[in-house]
Each structure stands twice: as structure tokens, then as C-alpha cells.
């Protein structure tokens, strides 16, 4: 939604020389680009970057995806341009969008980073006859029956922690946490989930906590998230 609105703002502005064209083929003509490189940059988010790098790394992956985006973008501002001109399309043609397309690759990159959906920090226990954590329902079947401790993010995997022993299985951990409501537990880290039960001590060191697991597992409490925890008492 964000990119279409910005799609609408840069046609009305008439940038990549559209500024002749009528507003409805300038609507259209960004429209087609802000769509097409929403697509292409989610793509390579999901399937392309380690999910890793947009916790911990995330001006890496920022710069990754303009860079990745940057050439077939201009080649298709380049062609549409060839197309809707006329104008032959050529190499030299095509490097005199590469300065602006960039800019505007970067700037439409940075605002999905900005405007992202922000997953929630806190799940809650379940009422007394409600039915068990849909999420428990993923839990591979030697893992049956555990108490689930922790979810841990690696790449595009998740690590479980539980009572049984750990497993991986292929989830984004915002769509993990929307599934454990119904298990008292909080988001300590972009990278980490942990049950309120599971924590045995809560060590700290450089002003940073960290909590120490029954399994023995190490789940770091970042700053974007301790002073929501602090409130709720969790150290």
C-alpha cells in the first residue's frame, strides 16, 4: 500500500522524464514500476537474503537489495521509457536512468524498512477451556507432547527449544508468534522467542540481559524490547 501511495506521489511529480505524458499514462507508468519492485524486493527478502541479516545486519540487507534491484530496474525504467517515448532503446540510453533510479531504489527501500510490520512483543496464557497454541500444532512429531521453551530465528528457519530437544522447521517468527497466543511468552529479541515458564535466571553484563533457559539455551533481551519486559516482570 505504502508503495502504491509513493507511486502516486512520483507520477504527479513526473519524475523519470514523465512529467509531459497525461496524468493517467504517468499513473500508470509508475504504478507498473513501484509494484514490480515492491514484488522483485519481497521476493528477494523471503527467498534471496539470509533472514538474519534484516535482524542483525540490517543495513547490509538494505543495501543489498538496492544493489540487487538497482540494474534490472533501470533496464525497465530504460525499456518502458523506449516504449512510451518512442526512443531507441540502447546501453547509452539506459545508463542516463541509472543516477536516478538508484536514488529512488534506495528511498523506496528505506521507507518498506520503515513501514515493515511490526509483529507483537507479548503473548498471553490461554483462558482456562481454551484449545492449545495453534503453533503447537507445528511441532515436529518427536517433539510431540513437549513443553515448548523458546523459538529461535535462523534464517529462514526456526530453531524449537523445548522439553524434548530442539528441531528446525521452515516459519518467519512473526507469523510463529501470532500463532503461539494461548502461551504466555514475549518477543526478547528480533531473533527470539521465549515461554515466561522456560526462563531459569536472568544474567546481566554491560547493561544488557540475558536469559538463561532450562535447556541451557542463552535468549538475549536487546534494548528495543527490555524495557517492555522490565515492566512485566520479567527481570
Partial sequence: MAALVVGA?????????????EIVPRLVYWLVLVVIGATMGVLLGIFVLPRT??????WVAWAAVILVLWLPMTVLVAL???????????LAYTLEFAPSTLATTAAMTALAFLVRRRD???????????????????????LAGARLWAVEAEDHYL????????????MRLGDAIAELEGIEGARTHRSWWV?????????????RATLILKDG???????????ILRAAGWF
Avoid at 9 to 21: D, E, K, N, Q, V
Avoid at 53 to 58: C, S, T
Fill in 120 to 142: 507483537p512483543v507479548e503473548t498471553h496464557a490461554a483462558a482456562k477451556d481454551a484449545p492449545p497454541a495453534k503453533f503447537l500444532e507445528r511441532l515436529p512429531a518427536k
Fill in 53 to 58: 541479516w534484516f535482524v542483525h545486519r540490517p
Fill in 217 to 227: 539455551a542463552e535468549a538475549p533481551v536487546s534494548r528495543a524490547y527490555a524495557k
Fill in 159 to 170: 530453531r524449537l527449544h523445548t522439553s524434548l530437544g530442539q528441531d528446525l522447521i521452515l
Fill in 9 to 21: 506521489i512520483l507520477a504527479f511529480s513526473g519524475g523519470f522524464g514523465a512529467g509531459g505524458r
Fill in 80 to 90: 518502458l521509457n523506449s516504449v512510451t517515448n518512442p526512443h531507441p532503446f540502447s
Fill in 195 to 207: 515461554a515466561r515458564s522456560a526462563v531459569q535466571s536472568v544474567e546481566r553484563e554491560d547493561g
